[in-house]
């Protein structure tokens, strides 16, 4: 009788587990003085969530077997909205809710494209992207918003405020956004939706699925998210500035893809975005700690990606 | 989901005909699929529509169960007129149908492909695992007969042999409980051993009191399971009659020569 075996996404956290954990390894043994002191890791928890956020979201769709390219835009965009909404208002609340509404409402239209009007998400999402950004500098011409006035509110302390002096408040809300999407995912009724049309859209309509539902969900919950992350983005530096967002586009989607899910869809890991997040927001620093010069960075980005990518493809064409 | 919504109460629930399609039409692009079908189920009736490939046997069950939207005519269920044409809408009203292309995704779980737009979950849309996974396993070895140590609830429908598909194809249109089951072509690539058991569960369909319809080019095994044949010819009804009325022989006769000459007969 054959063992049992593994499944494959079961094999897939594990993999990524495992780099994850020889990389802190050998980021300890290359410089334990930086790696086993608190400041480093202080500011992993105040950096990375902004990009773990949007990779976690992002999964959703790439578990559609789609893509969205425009998520780094429409945070500036909504951003904008944020710092605008909040200079004319002094309303945080009224700040936030506009900025998260406008963040869908983007989402919103990248489903037009990509649901109702049948443009493929890669190409739809390349036009919204350039679209997004083209906006915001325009209506920003160029300028930033300086946000200092905002440091003094409840809702600052909530997303961006130091719990107990010393943990980032934007750490927990990575948390619990992983938590919010795992669930999600593989608990949730929307999640088993996700994954089914993924995998096979015809079936999913022949049961009953409303697969133009689905889609239109799942793009407009990543504009939520950028919107999410440009207020935890804007408000940690306490300035807004309309480049805002662009480094996040080819590290989020490193963090998905480095994390195991499949770009060609119909399966996701959300504990591996999590862990390929940490990672891909981990590297700079800890190359950079470890004594290699700023030029590494890079060529080890390009170098993970590539090992991790081949070995689950490895893996795939294993099982069939 | 309350059945009003998709019916008109015009008429009483009285009925004496489960399924009802009355003058229906279908076209995609210029193609014109089915043009002007009159067709019904009885109550505890097994139907079998046959006709030549691309004839709309597939299209015409995929209209019953909202898959597609006509372009003309009337679909009644149990004497209500149908009006909300939509897969979840056939389901709550008791259809469930097995697909030709069978509507499992390969790299789900069995459990997932059993409940696929059907989850049990509790009011906050979570989904309830364990019991989803007891009833697939119960289904999988009761009803279906699996024996297969190396397959489990777990496992991931592209590892499943052909028959095995089907089997969790009909497994899950046998859970539901449904008033009319539709099968199409369900026997295509089984051996005969798996034949034999679709075949006993399209029979045994009618001890339940239930209807179904049934689409197969194999009148070994059309015949007899079949109440009535149904006979659709390039988008029309070509021949209706009763098992009592014919013989195997001379039906597929009539097959012939309706191949040949265009004509029932
Ligand atoms: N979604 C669609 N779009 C365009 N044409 C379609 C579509 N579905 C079916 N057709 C066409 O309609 C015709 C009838 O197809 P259908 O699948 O109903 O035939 P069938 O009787 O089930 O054949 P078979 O016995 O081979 O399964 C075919 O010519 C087919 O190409
Ligand atoms: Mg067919």
Known sequence: ?320 | MSDSAAVTDKQTTEYDKLLEMRDVHKSFGHVNVLQGINFHVNKCEIVALVGDNGAGKSTLIKTITGVHRPNKGEIYFKGKRITIHSVAQSRALGIETVYQERALADQQSMWRNMFAGREITNKLGIINVKKEKLETERLLRDSMGFTSKAITVDSQVMFLSGGEKQGVAIGRALYFDAELIILDEPTMGLSLSETKKVLDFTRSIKDHGKSAIFISHNFYHIYPAADRFVILDRGKIAGDVRKSEITQDDLVQKMENLARTGVFE
Request: glycine content about 12%.
């Open chain 1, 1 to 320: 009788m054959l063992k049992k075996p593994m499944r494959l996404e079961h094999k897939l956290d594990l993999s990524i587990l495992i780099v994850f954990f020889s990389v802190f390894i050998l980021f300890f043994i290359a410089n334990p003085g930086v790696f086993s002191r608190f400041d480093i890791y202080y500011s992993f928890m105040s950096t990375i969530p902004f990009i773990a956020i949007l990779a976690l979201s992002v999964t959703l769709v790439v578990v559609l077997g789609m893509m969205d390219l425009s998520f780094p835009s429409v945070l500036a965009f909504s951003a904008w909205v944020f710092g605008t909404v909040f200079t004319n208002t002094g309303s945080m609340l009224l700040a936030v809710i506009c900025c998260i509404a406008v963040g869908t409402a983007c989402g919103f239209v990248n489903s037009i494209l990509v649901v109702r009007i049948g443009v493929p998400s890669l190409v739809a999402t390349i036009g919204s992207m350039f679209f997004w950004r083209g906006a915001v500098n325009m209506v920003a011409r160029g300028r930033g918003i300086s946000l200092v006035g905002a440091m003094d509110t409840f809702l600052f302390r909530a997303f961006v405020g130091r719990i107990g002096g010393v943990i980032p408040a934007q750490f927990l809300w990575m948390i619990a956004a992983a938590l919010f999407f795992g669930v999600l995912l593989k608990r949730h009724r929307f999640g088993s939706h996700l994954l089914f049309v993924g995998d096979n859209e015809q079936s999913a309509a022949m049961m009953g699925i409303n697969v133009k539902r689905v889609k239109t969900i799942a793009f407009m919950q990543v504009g939520a998210c950028a919107a999410f992350v440009g207020i935890l983005s804007t408000l940690e530096v306490t300035y807004f500035w309309p480049s805002q967002g662009q480094g996040y586009l080819m590290s989020a989607l490193a963090a998905v893809f480095v994390g195991g899910t499949s770009v060609f869809g119909g399966m996701g890991t959300i504990l591996g975005t999590f862990l390929g997040a940490l990672l891909i927001g981990s590297l700079e620093a800890g190359i950079i700690s470890s004594g290699l010069s700023g030029f590494w960075i890079q060529f080890i980005y390009g170098l993970l990606i590539m090992v991790s990518v081949s070995t689950y493809a490895t893996m795939m064409k294993k099982r069939g």
